[in-house]
């Protein structure tokens, strides 16, 4: 079936360096993917939506200049914490609708980050 | 911004238990998914309900949707170690598969 890979599962970061995270749909094209943000024994936090071939959609309160959001082809999205600082360690997690109903979405693993 | 509130927030129940997790929204959903998360990993889908009154089964897992598709449950029969987990309920409201989930219920199940 659809999978969707991210990678890495997980990253250890020194604070104020940036960090990328890459969601790939192995066997399908996402024109949309989404980025979410879990902090432990919590829900899932939608940050944004990714687009492939223009901007992210940004939910309030996320800044846009801080998680920065790159979709340049249907199967890869990618998530880049800029400046990174000990609050910004969370579980991130992406998906990406493999059709245009809303039952085919499919999760990534999950990428832990860690800025110590 | 949509919210979903989930209740109860935490459940501890003994093996072979009954248990019932609530999703209440005071919005309209186009579609209601039901999600189970373990630590350290994604969420995995449990079910997708579309249809106001609509009652899906999942071996010991009923589902049901609100008439007014304003609100959900999940029912589990007889409880086992491994409904262990973070359930997440989340609404499609606009059909455009971006999702917005609930406050999770954290289950444990012990022998």
């Known amino acids: 079936g659809a999978v969707v890979s991210q990678h890495p599962s997980r990253v250890i970061c020194k604070s104020g360096t940036s960090v990328k995270i890459e969601c790939r749909s192995l066997d399908f094209q996402a024109t949309t993917m989404f980025w979410y943000r879990q902090f432990p024994k919590q829900s899932l936090m939608l940050m944004a939506t990714?687009?492939?071939?223009?901007?992210?959609?940004?939910e309030q309160g996320v800044e846009k200049d801080k998680f920065l959001i790159n979709h340049a082809s249907l199967t890869l999205s990618t998530l880049t914490v800029t400046s990174a600082h000990p609050e910004d360690s969370s579980f991130y997690i992406c998906?990406?609708?493999?059709?245009?109903?809303?039952?085919?979405?499919?999760f990534g693993e999950g990428s832990w980050l860690t800025v110590v | 911004t949509q919210l979903l509130e989930q209740s109860p927030q935490f459940l501890s129940i003994q093996e072979g238990e009954n248990l019932t997790v609530y999703c209440n929204s005071s919005?309209?959903?186009?579609?209601l998914q039901w999600y189970r998360q373990e630590p350290g990993e994604g969420p995995v889908l449990l079910v997708t309900?579309?249809?106001g009154g609509e009652v899906k089964k999942l071996k010991r897992l009923t589902f049901q949707f609100g008439d007014a598709r304003k609100d959900s449950s999940l029912h589990i029969t007889a409880a086992q170690p491994g409904d262990t987990g973070l359930y997440l309920c989340a609404g499609d409201w606009g059909g455009g598969n971006k999702l917005t989930f609930g406050t999770g219920t954290q289950l444990k199940v012990e022998l």
């Open positions: 998906s990406a609708a493999s059709g245009t109903g809303s039952n085919t979405i499919y």
């Open positions: 990714s687009n492939e071939g223009s901007k992210a959609t940004y």
């Open positions: 919005s309209v959903f186009s579609s």
């Open positions: 309900v579309v249809t």
